[in-house]
């Protein structure tokens, strides 16, 4: 009969999982694209308003929120390196010098590991960029893990992009709660079965979030044991 005693445990799955969206909730990325994105219509002959923007589709990439902008404008589409170029340094300028995180989302986070459940946080942006924006918000130090998606597509992020994500980091089959801002990621999470917080933007607030289980103006409009009280029932 052996002695040995087995040592090896394997970490028990997390049963529950907060995960939100970090360049819109956390740092409000999508203004800073809306002033770049207008600077760069201008040059092409398009006075972009906030109303057009939004209804351009916002893509995460730089490249197709432009193409869109400038076909919905009427306007050739060619030729935008340039225009690229500069909306994505003025990103990368804000994601590293002055981003500032949400302070309501900050307070939401503390209460959710509190409660012993993971805080994850996904980005479209580059994983390097996106990593510095972890570390400029004080994410990465308050122990939130970051998902970078294998693709990000002009529509982000879709139902099958959540669903990649949750297998990504192991969350396919917790009780999730998704902090959000806009329809196309709220619909994308009630596919994927979690319970939705939206917190949209001047650009968003327009939008359908049917399933959604609080619309918020701000995440410091609702304590944060309410919102986990009432999303971590489901």
Same mark, same amino acid.
């Given at each position: 009969?052996?002695?040995? &005693?087995? +040592?090896? @445990? +394997?970490?028990?799955?997390?049963?529950?999982?907060?995960?939100?969206?970090?360049?819109?909730?956390?740092?409000?990325? =999508?203004?800073?694209?809306?002033?770049?994105?207008?600077?760069?219509?201008? +040059?092409?002959?398009?006075?972009?308003?906030? &109303?057009?923007?939004? =209804?351009?589709?916002?893509?995460?990439?730089?490249?197709?929120?432009?193409?869109?902008?400038?076909?919905?404008?009427?306007?050739?589409?060619?030729?935008?390196?340039?225009?690229?170029?500069?909306?994505?340094?003025?990103?990368?300028?804000?994601?590293?010098?002055?981003? @500032?995180?949400?302070?309501?989302?900050?307070?939401?986070?503390?209460?959710?590991?509190? =409660?012993?459940?993971?805080?994850?946080?996904?980005?479209?942006?580059?994983?390097?960029?996106?990593?510095?924006?972890?570390?400029?918000?004080?994410?990465?130090?308050?122990?939130?893990?970051?998902?970078?998606?294998? @693709?990000?597509?002009?529509?982000?992020?879709?139902?099958?992009?959540?669903?990649?994500?949750?297998?990504?980091?192991?969350? @396919?089959?917790?009780?999730?709660?998704?902090?959000?801002?806009?329809?196309?990621?709220?619909?994308?999470?009630?596919?994927?079965?979690?319970?939705?917080? &939206?917190?949209?933007?001047?650009?968003?607030?327009?939008?359908?979030?049917?399933?959604?289980?609080? &619309?918020?103006?701000?995440?410091?409009?609702?304590?944060?044991?309410?919102?986990?009280?009432?999303?971590?029932?489901?």
């Amino acid at each position: 009969m052996s002695n040995d &005693v087995k +040592t090896d @445990e +394997t970490p028990a799955r997390a049963t529950h999982a907060l995960i939100f969206e970090l360049e819109y909730v956390a740092a409000k990325k =999508r203004q800073v694209e809306f002033n770049a994105i207008k600077t760069a219509a201008k +040059t092409k002959g398009v006075e972009l308003t906030p &109303v057009s923007f939004a =209804r351009s589709g916002m893509s995460p990439l730089s490249r197709a929120a432009i193409t869109s902008v400038l076909k919905q404008a009427g306007k050739k589409f060619d030729a935008i390196e340039k225009a690229v170029a500069s909306v994505d340094k003025e990103v990368v300028a804000y994601c590293e010098n002055d981003a @500032e995180l949400d302070a309501g989302l900050a307070k939401l986070i503390k209460a959710t590991q509190k =409660r012993d459940i993971p805080v994850l946080a996904f980005s479209a942006l580059p994983e390097a960029l996106a990593q510095k924006l972890m570390d400029k918000l004080g994410l990465s130090g308050m122990g939130v893990e970051l998902i970078i998606p294998d @693709e990000v597509k002009e529509s982000f992020p879709r139902a099958d992009s959540w669903l990649k994500m949750l297998k990504k980091c192991d969350k @396919e089959d917790a009780t999730l709660v998704a902090v959000v801002s806009s329809q196309i990621a709220c619909k994308g999470a009630l596919t994927a079965g979690a319970a939705c917080i &939206v917190v949209p933007d001047e650009y968003t607030a327009y939008q359908d979030f049917s399933g959604a289980k609080m &619309v918020l103006d701000s995440l410091s409009d609702a304590k944060p044991q309410e919102i986990l009280d009432l999303t971590l029932r489901m």
